[in-house]
């Protein structure tokens, strides 16, 4: 079964490029086009795609407030690849809280889109490694921001960072909670790779991986595998290389 899915961007030019783009991979089917935040929420709702590539900076609605909307509506079941030119951190941020999947440059290679399309239709959450860095730097960052209370320069920056982790300051759930191999999981959620490659490194099967990623965001109280990234950089479970 094809791969249905939702190009938005406010340029027909890059509309096109990313058509032509996943039309040619066997398996994904570009169903629709929007060129706005309100025009993707309608076609979500009409089309049902299974991935929305969603680009930020629209005229009207963008693509943050859509993305919100979208994953916050039980009826949908698309998963949101945000597609960015990331000279904007906060953008990635907000993004991350409004429930995106993933995160690509623009300048990615096809064969990357395609992966990354592949990806999150399976439910798995992708960051391009320059986003897994940043996300990874304010995860380890935040802590001294917050004790700071953001009212130093650059406070506002502090915010967006603190707000990966959602309520999740103050937590205090116990790592003890997880079994040993339910932390193993986490270590490689943190590493960021696939449900796929976490099966094969532990010599298990993909459906016993995806239990224990379950488990595992279940007893952390974490919405999803990007906020698990953050909360095992955050709580020493792994340490940032370099």
């Known amino acids: ?15 096109g490029g990313f058509r032509t783009i996943l039309d040619s991979e066997e398996g994904i089917e570009v169903i629709g086009e929007a060129a706005n935040g309100e025009e993707a929420i309608a076609a979500v709702a009409a089309l049902a795609p299974d ?15 859509a993305t919100r909307r979208i994953t916050a509506d039980e009826a949908a079941d698309a998963a949101v690849l945000v597609l960015t030119t990331f000279n904007r951190e906060d953008y990635l941020f907000a993004a991350l809280e409004a429930g995106a999947s993933g995160f690509l440059l623009k300048n990615s290679s096809p064969e990357q889109l395609i992966e990354a399309v592949q990806v999150v239709a399976r439910g798995d959450a992708l960051l391009s490694p320059d986003v897994t860095r940043r996300v990874i730097e304010a995860a380890t960052g935040a802590s001294a921001g917050r004790a700071a209370g953001g009212r130093a320069a650059g406070g506002h920056r502090t915010a967006d960072r603190a707000a990966i982790a959602g309520d999740r300051v103050d937590d205090t759930v116990e790592l003890d909670s997880l079994t040993e191999r339910e932390r193993e999981v986490l270590e490689h959620l943190a590493a960021g790779i696939s449900n796929a490659e976490i099966a094969e490194r532990l010599w298990v099967g993909e459906s016993t991986v995806k239990t224990h990623v379950s488990k595992v ?3 952390l109280g974490l919405r999803d ?9 955050e709580h020493g479970v792994v340490r940032p290389r370099g």
């Open 1 to 15: 079964m094809n791969i249905r899915v939702l190009v938005v961007d406010d340029q027909s030019l890059v509309r």
């Open 51 to 65: 991935v929305v590539c969603m680009d930020v900076q629209m005229p009207g609605m963008d693509g943050l407030e």
């Open 217 to 219: 965001l279940m007893k």
């Open 225 to 233: 595998r990007v906020h698990a990234v953050v909360y095992a950089y």
